[in-house]
């Protein structure tokens, strides 16, 4: 395998093993844009802006 065949090889399973989740925008902070690990808080941890509710993920 050349080094670009490689490159690809290595792109093709990272698309395919997995990643961020689609969107987590409903997870960042509305003020300071922190997306936080874990389970999302109340209140942002960095600029104690109250945080969005989890919806589920529901549209």
């Known amino acids: 395998m050349g080094l670009d065949e490689d490159r690809a090889a290595v792109v093709r399973r990272e698309h ?3 990643g961020d989740p689609t969107c987590r925008l409903s997870r960042l902070c509305p003020e300071c844009g922190l997306l936080p690990d874990g389970e ?15 919806d589920g993920g529901a549209p």
């Open 16 to 18: 395919v093993d997995g």
């Open 40 to 54: 999302p808080p109340a209140v942002c941890p960095r600029c104690g802006a109250d945080m969005p509710a989890d």
